[in-house]
C-alpha cells in the first residue's frame, strides 16, 4: 500500500518541466516593427503557386518523429491501493463529479488554520465551476476544540435539512465570532443564525442536544487518526496527499494544470505538412493580427506542431502570458500558468537562423529538446537565445501588434494584468 504525496518543490519541478520560459538577454537595439522576410517578399507573393488557400491536413499520416509522450503528473497506477475511501454519495461535495480537479478537506470547524483554507477552496469552486469538485470531510478532534462535538452536529443536522455547505459556510466565516463561546452561547448562536440561512431552528436545537453526535464525532475521530491524517486542515488533491502551500494563487496554479490534462495529447502529432510547401499563420488577437510566415524548410517539426495545433484549436482563447517589453511575447499554454504543455515534447531543430532580428517566431521550452506548444516572437535581436531554440517562423505584419499586448511577466508576481487573448490561428497554404 502505498501513499503519493505531492511535496511543494517536486511540484514545482513537475511543472517547470513542462515548458518553461527562455532566459532574458541583454536588450539589443531598435529594430523595424515590420521586418521584411528573406528576399523582401510579401505574404501573397513569396511563392509562384499564387495566393495562399485555406490548410487541409491530409489524411493518414505517420506520426512526427523525434516526439515523446510528456505528461505533468504521473497517472496513478492501476496497482497501487489508497488507504483514503474514495468520494461516494455519502460525502459532501460540491462541484460536478466529473471535475478535472477533485480536492478532499479534512478538517474541525474549530480548526484556525481550516476557516482561510476553506475561504480559498470556496473562491476555486466559484472560479472554476466545471472544473473542481470540492469534498469535506469531518476531522472533529475533542481533545483539542471544546466544540468540536457540536460544530459537527450542526453541519450534520444542517445537511439533514439540505444546508450542509450554507452551515459550512457560516462556521467558517463566522468561526472569530463563536469560537470563544462557551457551549451554550454556541447552541443559542448556531441556532439562530440556522433560521437566517432558512434552517428550522427548533430542529436545530434539538439535533444539538443529541448525544449520538458527540459519539459519531468520537468515532469520525478514532477512524481518521488510524489513518495516519496528523491533523487538519489536510488535503488531498486527485486522491494524493498535498502538503504544500495553500493560498489561492499556488492551488490556483495547481487547478490550472490539472484541469489542462483533460486537454492534453496522449498521442504524438501525426504529420500533417508537406516541407516543400509555404505556409502563412495569422494569429488573431484582441489587439489585432499577427501574420507569420513558417519555415518548414529551416524547421519541419515545429511548423508541423505549430500547424497541427493550429488547425485543431489548441491555441484558440489562449493569452500571452509573459510579454517583456523590448524583449518578447510568449504564448500557447491554454493554462495561462507558463508551465503548461500539449502532453508531448518533441526535439530541438538545428539551422543557420539567428536571433538577429526582431518578429522571429521560436519554440520556447524548458531545456533542450523539451518544445511543446509553447513559443514566442521576439521584439529584437536576441543573440543570448542562438543554439537554444527552434525559429520556425518571421513575422510578416503585425509585428507592432505583438509589440502593443499587455505587458506582464510571471516572474514579478501574481497579481498581473490578464494576458491578451488570442481569439484563433489561421494556417493557410501555398
Not at 51 to 76: D, K, N
Not at 109 to 137: H, I, K, M, S
Not at 340 to 368: C, H, Q, T, W
Not at 401 to 422: F, K
Request: glycine share 10%; with cysteine.
Amino acid at each position: 500500500m502505498r501513499i503519493i504525496r505531492f511535496f511543494p518543490i517536486l511540484l514545482v519541478l513537475i511543472f517547470l518541466a513542462a515548458c518553461a520560459s527562455p532566459s532574458t538577454p541583454e536588450s539589443g537595439p531598435a529594430v523595424s516593427d515590420n521586418p521584411a522576410p528573406a528576399g523582401g517578399e510579401s505574404p501573397e507573393d513569396s511563392t509562384s503557386d499564387g495566393p495562399a488557400a485555406p490548410f487541409e491536413p491530409p489524411e493518414g499520416g505517420g506520426a512526427m518523429s523525434g516526439c515523446v509522450l510528456q505528461t505533468l503528473i504521473r497517472p496513478p497506477d492501476a496497482t497501487e491501493t489508497s488507504i483514503f475511501e474514495p468520494v461516494s454519495p455519502e460525502d459532501w461535495q460540491r462541484g460536478p463529479a466529473d471535475a478535472p480537479v477533485t480536492i478532499i478537506a479534512y478538517g474541525d470547524f474549530q480548526c484556525p488554520g481550516c476557516a482561510p483554507l476553506a475561504t480559498v477552496l470556496a473562491q476555486l469552486n466559484a472560479d472554476f465551476p466545471q472544473e473542481v469538485r470540492l469534498v469535506y470531510r469531518h476531522f472533529p478532534q475533542p481533545e483539542l476544540y471544546d466544540k468540536a462535538g457540536l460544530t459537527f452536529a450542526a453541519a450534520e443536522a444542517a445537511g439533514a435539512q439540505g444546508k450542509f455547505w450554507e452551515m459550512h459556510d457560516l462556521l467558517f466565516a463566522s468561526q472569530a465570532t463563536w469560537s470563544g463561546q462557551g457551549p451554550e452561547a454556541f447552541r443559542s448562536w448556531v441556532t439562530e443564525r440556522g433560521q437566517d440561512i432558512g434552517l428550522d431552528g427548533d430542529q436545530i436545537a434539538e439535533d444539538l442536544a443529541d448525544p449520538d453526535y458527540d459519539e459519531l464525532a468520537q468515532e469520525r475521530f478514532d477512524d481518521i487518526t488510524s489513518l495516519g491524517i496528523p491533523g487538519t486542515p489536510f488535503l488531498l488533491i486527485n486522491g494524493r496527499i498535498y502538503d504544500g502551500p495553500t493560498d489561492y494563487d499556488n492551488l490556483n496554479l495547481i487547478v490550472r494544470l490539472l484541469s489542462l490534462q483533460e486537454l492534453q495529447y496522449t498521442n504524438c502529432p501525426p504529420v500533417v505538412i508537406d516541407p516543400s510547401r509555404a505556409y502563412i499563420a495569422t494569429i488573431e488577437t484582441e489587439k489585432g493580427s499577427i501574420v507569420i510566415e513558417l519555415l518548414p524548410g529551416q524547421a519541419p517539426l515545429a511548423v508541423n506542431n505549430f500547424v497541427f495545433l493550429a488547425s485543431n484549436g489548441w491555441y484558440d482563447g489562449v493569452t500571452f502570458h509573459r510579454v517583456l517589453e523590448g524583449y518578447i511575447a510568449q504564448a500557447g499554454d491554454p493554462s495561462g500558468t507558463g508551465f503548461g504543455g500539449p502532453g508531448y515534447a518533441f526535439i530541438n531543430e538545428e539551422s543557420a537562423l539567428k536571433f538577429d532580428s526582431a518578429g522571429l517566431v521560436a519554440m520556447a521550452n524548458s531545456g533542450r529538446d523539451t518544445n511543446g506548444s509553447q513559443f514566442f516572437i521576439t521584439f529584437a535581436p536576441a543573440p543570448a537565445l542562438d543554439g537554444g531554440y527552434t525559429i520556425f517562423g518571421r513575422v510578416l505584419e503585425g509585428l507592432d501588434v505583438a509589440r502593443s499586448l499587455t505587458i506582464r511577466d510571471p516572474q514579478q508576481g501574481v497579481n498581473l494584468p490578464p494576458g491578451d487573448e488570442i481569439i484563433t490561428v489561421t494556417i493557410r497554404e501555398r
